[in-house]
């Protein structure tokens, strides 16, 4: 299930600030609370698809120990779809919840 | 011998499952061994870390099929695009002979005429099936969304649409071989002149152009076949 809302994970990560592929991994993992552990190099095929469809941008740095990094940054297109992709997820979670509530409501009537 | 170090071990490994792009191979074998140093180094530092943080970027296999979808794909675009572009210079090309034929009121002798009458058709139905099937193969490229991942459908996909680049390739050099001919033998049957050099730069770009093609869409087979290796 995770992986077909990879795109949207990886631009929310990305939303606050531009970061290399590492820190995003760390970010998505923060914010998640733990509970998207993905196998680390998924991300980056997501990252360069991302790219290519115009949504991030990307650049060449240097880490404090020398190596040569990516930092990926939202573009303003990678701006809007994350925020369609947001009001899709809102929708969707708005009408599972409504759903549970109607079966969690029905299953404590059949308790009584 | 060099020190065990599966960070530098597992790069390899990823270097060839991504040898169907080499630009692309080297810019994620700089992103990955970044990224599996720095979490090596922030585990600990020893060989262990290193291990580990190699097991957990996954597959290198499998990594390679994520990438592959994307990457063929724009690649065939290129080539799409690339095709359609070569059609376009080598049209310009035969344009640019046949008005200087006639600017310099180059008529044809009398032995080609009934050789002509026969080539011409041929070049021009070659040539316009040629601009057909290039873009069919831009459009049913361009209509191809890449999956997350590599699958043995989608490699199809990516096949039939370079299939249809080489068809128009194909035709293509049936149209410039036609023109080839045509050319050399008014060239023959002329008086040796200046006016031959106009000629004979358009028939050689002509045939660079259809070179040009015909390479791209050999690489674009071998590289789509080194990917569905993966598969």
Sequence with gaps: MLKGHLDMIVLAALAGAPAHGYAVIQEIRRRSGGAFDLPEGTVYPALHRLEQ???????????ESGRERRVYALTRSGRRALADHHAVWQRFAAAIGGLFAETAHAAAGSHR | MRPPDPIADYLDALARALAFDPALARRVAKEAEDHL???????????????RAVAAFGDPRALARQYAAAALTARTRRLGAGTVMA???????????????????????????AMSAIALPLDRYAFLLAL???????????SRRAPPELHQGYGQELHRAVVLCAAAAGALIVAVTTEAVLTILRLLAAEPSAAALVPAATMVVEAAGAGALVWSIRTAFRRAMQATALL
Excluded: H, N, P
Aim: contains cysteine; glycine residues 14%.
């Design chain 2, 37 to 51: 140093r720095e979490a090596a180094q922030t585990d600990g530092g020893d060989a262990d870390a290193a291990r």
């Design chain 1, 53 to 63: 469809q115009g949504l991030l941008a990307s650049r060449w740095t240097r880490s």
């Design chain 2, 87 to 113: 059609l376009a210079g080598i049209f310009l090309a035969m344009e640019g002979r046949v008005a200087w034929y006639g600017l310099m009121q180059w008529g044809l002798a009398d032995e080609l005429k």
């Design chain 2, 132 to 142: 057909a099937l290039a873009i069919v193969g831009c459009v049913y490229i361009g």
